[in-house]
């Protein structure tokens, strides 16, 4: 069989056949008597034979070990292909992720692609210092990327540099929640809590609140804890427990009870929430510094009921707990007295 008919059965090109015969590679057996190359069936074999190794990344050097060393064998090789092909997928997935956020910055022209391009160079630099300050110094008129913003929020572990990125982000108009909402159930309970701690800063973008109220019952109490502050504050009741809890735990308790007092502003939910906090206060297993959190934060709220326990815990068997409802008491007369 000639050069050219091998090459329109195999699909390999008539040049690159002639190349496989310049290393010794695939050699025809034979030539005709014009000198043209000849190949027989077990030559064509071995073409297929070599595109078959090609197709899984071997260069022609070992393809040629491979097919002519019986020593070769396959298993140290085929592992360092798959550490390669590994690494270049990274890097093929990384141009992407790059390519997509260019894209999404709608650019207008190559300078905006350079500047994009240069801002995500200063966001990936080892300096906490640079991060920070490619957020925060760049000029007012230019904004940067949402995309941009949340792939640096979720992989940021300096809170100074996480701080800006969040506040960056919450400029950006919300666009960045829909990203956020897609990781904040991640296996990883660090990207969950900094997908929620930057959707919990711009509560009022679109989607941000059923995102956070979904984010109640996660596992992990700082992702519930940061959730439930802020659905408190606005007005969600579902976040009750969870706050409750809070002020139980003595887990940033001064915001849960503060949150727990814009609720009580709706007397249903004031009602369940005293209810709550009177049954935590009268639970066996609430000690002296758990109820007098409890008593610290009836305070907060609104209703006869919430002020009815505090009074009534001004002459709790507790000392410190009654010394701490009284002076509550009297402060709140005192504020009532002069209103009045």
């Known amino acids: 069989m000639l050069i ?15 190349h496989y015969d310049a290393l010794g590679l695939v050699r025809p057996t034979g ?4 000198g043209y190359r000849e190949y027989s069936a077990g030559d064509v074999r071995r ?28 298993s140290a090789l085929v592992s360092d292909l798959i550490q390669w092909t590994e690494d270049r997928l990274a890097r093929e997935q990384e141009l992407l992720e790059r390519l997509r956020v260019i894209d999404a910055s709608a650019p207008t022209g190559w ?40 792939g640096a929020v979720l992989a940021e572990s300096d809170p100074h540099v996480a701080g800006a990125l969040r506040w960056a982000l919450a400029r950006s108009g919300g666009e ?22 930057a959707i919990a800063e711009m509560p009022d973008a679109p989607g941000a609140i059923p995102v956070l109220a979904d984010a109640l019952g996660d596992p992990d109490p700082t992702v519930r804890g940061r959730a439930a502050v802020v659905l408190g504050g606005h007005g969600v009741a579902a976040a009750v427990p969870t706050l409750v809890g809070m ?24 009602a369940v929430i005293a209810t709550a906090m009177a049954d935590e206060l009268a639970a066996p297993t609430a000690d002296s510094a758990t109820r007098i959190r409890l008593t610290q934060a009836l305070v907060e709220l609104e209703g ?9 815990l001004a002459h709790d068997q507790d000392r410190a707990v009654a010394l701490v409802a009284s002076a509550l008491v009297g402060a709140e007369e005192e504020r009532t007295d002069e209103v009045s």
Do not use: K, W, Y
């Open 4 to 18: 050219g008919d091998v090459a329109r059965r195999s699909g390999v090109s008539s040049r690159m056949l002639r």
């Open 31 to 34: 030539r005709t008597v014009g």
């Open 47 to 74: 073409i297929f034979h070599v595109e078959s190794l090609r197709s899984l990344g071997l260069s022609l050097q070992q393809i040629g070990r491979a097919l002519e060393d019986p020593a070769f064998t396959p």
């Open 111 to 150: 300078q905006d692609v350079l500047r994009v391009v240069e801002l995500m160079r200063e966001l990936n630099s080892s300096s906490a210092a640079r991060r920070q300050q490619a957020v925060l110094g760049g000029p007012e008129d230019v904004s940067v990327p949402a995309e941009l913003l949340v």
């Open 176 to 197: 960045g929640v829909a990203a956020l909402a897609a990781v904040a159930r991640s296996e990883d309970v660090d990207i969950r809590r900094r997908a929620v701690l």
């Open 247 to 270: 002020v139980v735990e003595g887990s940033n308790d001064v915001d849960a009870a503060e949150a727990l007092g814009t609720l009580s502003r709706d007397p249903e939910c004031a």
């Open 304 to 312: 006869t009921t919430a002020h009815g326990i505090l009074r009534h």
